[in-house]
């Protein structure tokens, strides 16, 4: 099956860079989403990986190595308001024609005064 | 620009009863997604819709469950009957292709008693 395995927790202090890594099943696999999510509220897309390399936006930046089955979601200069759940959302083709995202278990991320 | 709005925001039912959610995406969006969350497990897919066509429904738990989308636009998911196991938070989510850039709606929280 598809699943999406990226880290528990994180925690960090305000001001800084953090990384969020998340590796995914290939079967059906088409690009790598971030999402994130404060207090079991809707998620909130951020960032789309269809191709390996980089996207920036803002101060968000995500990353996709195919050859890996890897990505992360870096978030720089760390503010309060980032405290949340940060979920990696991998994009399948199904055999019926359709598509849908397989939710990674979430990542807590903490961040410190 | 309008997001996705889910109708109600939450319902207490009690088993065997039925329960009707609404989801309506944002305007010009063809692809219409439903996903839940039960048990504060990870985000699981449910069907996606492309217009008024079910082009997936392989995430949908058994017959107790019927989606539709009359018209291509708004979207109905329906349980009948409910039971325990059925509470959750249910999200719908719209997209203007198929690509990972999916928009979720606040979720309806489901209780069944």
């Known amino acids: 099956g598809q699943s999406l395995e990226q880290p528990s927790e994180v925690t960090a202090v305000e001001g800084a860079i953090v990384q969020i890594n998340c590796t995914y099943q290939?079967?059906?696999?088409?690009?790598l989403s971030w999402y994130q999510q404060h207090d079991g509220g809707a998620p909130t897309f951020l960032s789309y990986?269809?191709?390996?390399g980089l996207e920036e936006t803002g101060r968000f930046s995500s990353f996709l190595s195919r050859s890996d089955s890897y990505g992360y979601l870096l978030l720089q200069e760390l503010q309060m308001k980032d405290s949340a759940s940060y979920f990696c959302?991998?994009?399948?083709?199904?055999?019926?024609?359709?598509?849908?995202?397989?939710f990674g278990t979430g990542t807590q991320l903490k961040v410190e005064l | 620009e309008a997001g996705v709005t889910q109708f109600p925001s939450h319902s207490v039912i009690e088993k065997g009863q039925t329960v009707t959610l609404r989801c309506d995406p944002i305007?010009?969006?063809?692809?219409l997604y439903w996903y839940r969350r039960v048990m504060g497990k990870e985000i699981k897919f449910l069907l996606h819709?492309?217009?008024?066509?079910?082009?997936?429904e392989s995430g949908m738990p058994n017959n107790r469950f019927l989606a539709e989308r009359t018209g291509g636009t708004y979207s109905t998911l329906k349980v009948q009957p409910a039971e325990l196991e059925d509470s959750g938070v249910y999200f719908c989510?719209?997209?203007?292709?198929?690509?990972?850039?999916?928009?979720f709606g606040p979720g309806t929280r489901l209780t069944v008693t």
């Open positions: 290939t079967s059906g696999f088409y690009g």
């Open positions: 990986n269809a191709l390996d």
């Open positions: 819709f492309v217009k008024e066509s079910k082009q997936d």
């Open positions: 305007s010009g969006h063809d692809n």
């Open positions: 959302a991998g994009g399948y083709i199904l055999t019926g024609g359709g598509n849908k995202l397989t």
């Open positions: 989510a719209s997209s203007p292709n198929r690509a990972g850039e999916q928009y």
